[in-house]
């Protein structure tokens, strides 16, 4: 082959091999900052509060076990569950007494809440505490033991 041949023949490869590294390049940053973008999406949509329950499902009956903070001693609370179309909600409440004086000394308060159904709609269930969303970080408890004395073991 004549010299000339040969360096067209490098020209096309070489414009080939770089047209091929730009448009790899490209859709690899296309793709990550699609995702950069979902990422920063989910940190701003996350909830902020994070409460540990004990799950357990047994006989039909979906039993969930927790706690959450209150601001003080004072403030009541409740636990209830709402039914909406294609979820469950575990719905925490509290508000402040009328006591005047109370420490304000941030306090665990338990909850338990139970209803009845298909395993499967442990799926469907979530939490709100005073209307706001928050994550569930769910430790499932084996039917063979009792809910009550399940320990809860988080490291950190």
Same mark, same amino acid.
């Given at each position: 082959?004549?010299?000339?041949?040969?360096?067209?023949?490098?020209?096309?490869?070489?414009?080939?091999?770089?047209?091929?590294?730009?448009?790899?390049?490209?859709?690899?940053?296309?793709?990550?900052?699609?995702?950069?973008?979902?990422?920063?999406?989910?940190?701003? #949509?996350?909830?902020? !509060?994070? %409460?540990?329950? +004990?799950?357990?499902?047994?006989? /039909?009956?979906?039993?969930? =076990?927790?706690?959450?903070?209150?601001?003080?001693?004072?403030?009541?609370?409740?636990?209830?569950?709402?039914? #909406?179309?294609?979820? !469950?909600? %575990?719905?925490? +409440?509290?508000?402040?007494?009328? /006591?005047?004086?109370?420490? =304000?000394?941030?306090?665990?308060?338990?909850?338990?809440?139970?209803?009845?159904?298909?395993?499967?709609?442990? #799926?469907?269930?979530?939490?709100?505490?005073?209307?706001?969303?928050?994550?569930?970080?769910?430790?499932?408890?084996?039917?063979?033991?009792?809910?009550?004395?399940?320990?809860?073991?988080?490291?950190?």
């Amino acid at each position: 082959m004549s010299k000339k041949k040969w360096t067209i023949t490098f020209l096309i490869l070489t414009i080939a091999l770089t047209s091929f590294a730009i448009y790899s390049n490209y859709s690899k940053s296309n793709v990550e900052y699609a995702g950069r973008v979902q990422a920063i999406q989910d940190l701003v #949509e996350r909830p902020d !509060i994070t %409460i540990n329950v +004990k799950h357990q499902y047994k006989d /039909d009956l979906h039993t969930y =076990l927790g706690t959450f903070e209150v601001p003080t001693p004072c403030h009541s609370y409740e636990a209830d569950l709402i039914y #909406e179309a294609d979820e !469950i909600i %575990i719905d925490l +409440k509290y508000t402040q007494s009328l /006591d005047s004086e109370c420490a =304000l000394v941030v306090t665990d308060r338990d909850f338990r809440v139970s209803f009845t159904g298909e395993e499967s709609d442990a #799926e469907f269930v979530i939490a709100k505490l005073n209307g706001n969303l928050v994550n569930l970080n769910i430790f499932e408890v084996p039917k063979s033991q009792n809910i009550d004395d399940f320990q809860i073991y988080i490291k950190g």
